[in-house]
């Protein structure tokens, strides 16, 4: 029932663009990021590590994780996909992005990357179990993790105008020397 009302507000915003911007700001937070366990594992490779197979979101302690979470009718993902892409490749040796489906059927999300392919991890999550946890309220909704796994940045929609913004913070949390 969470993810049916979730997702009936995101289409609302998204198809009318009401209070969209009173969501769409950036939020500063500190709370430990909710456990991923994901169901594909992936590999993870810079040009300090070896390759590893990633399960769980703890495991990319070190890195700065920004957690998307996207739904194939959302057209602010559309747009994302694109800038997600870039900072994937920007940033490849501190960054991972995991971009969390949120569809109930798989195929329109397949149609969807089919468009827009993503250079980073797609996790499929049609329960919404995951989007729960970290109690989404919009499409997409944006999570960024620091390197010792505590949320600090979230931010709801995706706007071309933010885009420095949103890599500004990114930086800044890869510049983070992790007190100890």
């Known amino acids: 029932m969470y993810l049916l009302r979730s ?4 289409f609302l915003v998204c198809l009318f663009g009401f209070s969209f911007q009173q969501m769409a700001h950036a939020k500063t937070v500190d709370y ?6 994901f169901k594909s594992a992936f590999s993870f490779t810079n040009q300090t590590t ?7 979101l703890s495991q990319l302690r070190g890195k700065v994780v920004y957690v998307d979470f996207w739904a194939s009718w959302c057209v602010p ?3 994302s996909f694109p ?3 870039q900072m994937q490749a920007k940033y490849a040796d501190d960054l991972v992005i995991l ?6 059927d798989p195929k329109l999300a397949e149609a969807f ?8 991890h797609i996790e499929y999550n049609p329960s919404g179990d995951i989007a729960k946890a970290y109690d989404v309220i919009g499409m997409p909704s944006s999570y960024v993790i620091d ?3 505590q949320v600090r940045l979230t931010h709801v929609g995706f706007f071309k105008a933010k885009q420095t913004q949103y890599e500004q913070s990114i930086v800044a949390l890869i510049n983070e020397v992790p007190s100890l």
């Open 147 to 149: 390197k010792t796994g």
């Open 77 to 79: 993902c559309r747009r």
């Open 113 to 120: 990357l089919a468009k827009l392919p993503a250079n980073f």
């Open 32 to 37: 430990p990021a909710p456990s991923i366990n």
């Open 83 to 85: 800038w997600m892409n």
């Open 7 to 10: 997702l009936f507000l995101s």
């Open 50 to 56: 070896q390759a590893t197979d990633i399960t769980q």
């Open 99 to 104: 971009a969390i489906n949120l569809d109930q």
